[in-house]
């Protein structure tokens, strides 16, 4: 099944290239456009904030930050830290949880939006007291916490943003290929120059600056919400 839906996409982008002119930059704008006739352009950008802003650069320039933050602000001994990645990793492992929540529990009448809101005011505040904490006065019980933090951002806005593309590829099958790309599409447009800058940023500036960046990263899933 996952290969048939690789295949899907791969046709997918081939098809929008082909025949296109620059102009048109490879088919994209016309890509953009369809999806955006199709599902509004508020439902597109938040597909492209989540996986390419909030995962793509957010959590890419967070995990760069974390192990020299960690070992060399903080102080924290490698044992300690391998702790401390499995705990702050526990949102990943309840996704379902998540999803299970989402579909039984409306909050003012919606199922998605609020928990959209939600996960980025977490990752929002994590970040930022991780940028302006310094690393001598961090507790490991608050820097779990702050961690623990960032990774459900991520993780809650992810199951959330799966939800809705699953419902309206039901929608409009035709284009459920076209949802992955542009899912996918973002995770590596954005994430590329991000891994490529954290160094530069790590070097020059430290691992809190990535955090602020990160804690920008994670309030543009709640803009077009």
Known sequence: MLRGLGRQVSQRFVAAS??????????L??????????????????????????????LRLAGAARSYYLLDSVGMSSADY??????????WQLKSVFGLLSDTVALGG??????????????????????VLPG?????????????GVNLNVAMADVMIDATVAERS???????????????????????PAALLSGVLLERAGPRLLFAFAAAAASSIAVPA
């Open 170 to 192: 039901k929608e409009r099958p035709e284009l459920a290929a076209d949802m992955q790309a542009l899912c996918w599409g973002s995770l590596g447009a954005f994430g590329v």
């Open 29 to 58: 704008r016309s890509f953009l456009r369809r999806l955006c006739a199709a599902f509004g352009w508020k439902y597109v950008a938040i597909l492209a904030s989540e996986y390419g802003v909030n995962q793509g650069t957010g």
């Open 136 to 148: 001598d006065t961090m507790s490991y019980g608050l820097a779990a916490l702050l961690f623990l």
């Open 82 to 91: 391998g702790h401390l990645s499995g705990f702050s990793h526990i949102p």
């Open 18 to 27: 082909a025949g296109r002119s620059a102009g048109d930059l490879f088919g």
């Open 110 to 131: 919606l199922h998605r939006t609020p928990y959209l809101l939600i996960a980025g005011a977490v990752g929002v505040t994590a970040n930022t007291l991780l940028a």
